[in-house]
Antibody, heavy 120, light 106 residues
């Protein structure tokens, strides 16, 4: 059974860097998948942030591209998100997720989400 | 690619047939998924490839469409189906979601 679990600070100061980690269990992070970050501001819809493939290819949302880094730690079977220069607009529930490949690709497995608030 | 869901809010009764529409600003073939989200929970995959039912999802959920117009249908609404539903296109980057449809009890 595939499980994902986000962790990281729940409070980040403006202009600092938000750092989150997603621990993956039940599947190797080197398996043929994409590993994604998605966020949801309070009371709003879903926004795709970016993802990394099993081969290390990264793709980011252009709206955040200059501030986002997604990386993989194969030894610990986890992947991470860094978002720099945060503002109040980055306050959201952050989800890590697995996106499958191929014709039937979809985000089939989600973490429970972790709330991040940007405030001084 | 922008996804426009309609309606954004829907009031229905148990047993009703419910249809939600998702329109894409350009063709996305069948690279569309539907998710259900309940308050305080992560989204749950219902449908992928526009019409394929995810394992474990009740058969009262169905999806159809291709190109730019897609629908999610719940054939007989159950109490546990009251939630917000999102479509997502996976045809091209950046991946995008529709604005959501909140289904509430009439």
């Amino acid at each position: 059974q595939v499980q994902l679990q986000e962790s990281g600070p729940g409070l980040v100061k403006p202009s600092e860097t938000l750092s989150l980690t997603c621990a993956v269990s039940g599947v190797s992070i080197s398996s043929s998948n994409w590993w994604s970050w998605i966020r949801q501001p309070p009371g709003m819809g879903l926004e795709w942030i970016g993802e990394i493939s099993d081969s290390g290819t990264t793709v980011y949302n252009p709206s955040l591209k200059s501030r986002v880094t997604v990386s993989v730690d194969k030894i610990n079977n986890q992947f991470s998100l860094k978002l720099s220069s945060v503002t109040a607009a980055d306050t959201a529930l952050y989800y890590c997720a697995r996106k499958t490949k191929g014709e039937g690709r979809s985000v089939d497995c989600w973490g429970q989400g972790t709330q991040v608030t940007v405030s001084s | 690619i922008q996804l426009t869901q309609s309606p954004s809010f829907l009031s229905a009764s148990v047993g009703d047939r419910v249809t939600i529409t998702c329109r894409a600003s350009q063709g996305i073939s069948s690279y569309l998924a539907w998710y259900q989200q309940k308050p305080g929970k992560a989204p749950k995959l219902l449908i992928y490839a526009a019409s394929a039912l995810q394992s474990g999802v009740p058969s009262r959920f169905s999806g159809s469409g291709s190109g730019t117009e897609f629908t999610l249908t719940i054939s007989s609404l159950q109490p546990e189906d009251f939630a917000t539903y999102y479509c997502q296109q996976l045809n091209s980057y950046p991946l995008t979601f529709g604005g959501g449809t909140k289904v509430e009890i009439k």
